[in-house]
């Protein structure tokens, strides 16, 4: 008596070769999110190693400025000034609105009082207030101009890089005197006689 046939020994390639590559696929993915999760896990770590401690010095200077404006404390005073002190940045807003309903122009007391406008009174950006110089200034400038013009030749030529202009007979700077005889050339003016002693003869 014979069984019931069968199926021919033949190898399913096609089956081992789907069978491969998925096996291969899954060792990839769970490799890859092997060193995900393990790159997460120490990248804390990692950047304490490589970075760590840069941020105390940024970190201190926040805290102490926050203790600044949060905390109520006397400030160091400087060499001759009197002592000051401060409060919290909340009630001294409070302060500051307060004072501003009685006297706006004097909010800060350490300060003289803005009672002096500084820029134009106009929509748009700021302009400047542009004040003239006082008058007596301007007058005292004057002057001197006036003083400094009215001095000597000489030193006004020497100031300017000019020569001063040689002086004829009549005393007064011009142009040299005319020699009759000379062409019309102009001629120095002649030396002044000394006066002499009577019975001495001029050298």
Request: glycine share 10%.
């Amino acid at each position: 008596m014979s069984g019931p046939p069968r199926n021919p020994d033949r190898l399913n390639t096609m089956g081992v070769v789907v069978i491969g590559i998925c096996s291969a696929v899954l060792v990839y993915v769970t490799i890859v999110a092997l060193e995900a999760f393990y790159v997460n896990d120490t990248s804390e770590v990692q950047t304490m190693a490589d970075y760590g401690g840069q941020d105390i010095t940024a970190k201190g200077h926040k805290a102490d400025e926050m203790r600044n404006i949060t905390e109520a404390a006397s400030n160091s005073p400087a060499p001759g000034a009197p002592q000051t002190y401060r409060i919290p940045i909340d009630q001294a807003m409070k302060l500051v609105v307060e004072t501003a309903k009685t006297d706006p122009s004097h909010l800060i007391p350490a300060l003289p009082k803005s009672d002096k406008a500084t820029i134009q009174p106009i929509f748009g950006r700021p302009k400047l207030i542009v004040t003239a110089p006082p008058a007596a200034a301007a007058g005292t400038d004057a002057g001197s101009g006036a003083a400094a013009g009215s001095g000597s030749g000489a030193p006004a030529a020497a100031a300017t890089g000019t020569t001063a202009a040689p002086m004829n007979s009549t005393g007064s700077p011009g142009a040299l005197d005319r020699v009759p005889g000379s062409g019309g050339k102009a001629m120095p003016n002649p030396p002044t006689p000394r006066p002499t002693a009577p019975g001495a003869h001029a050298p």
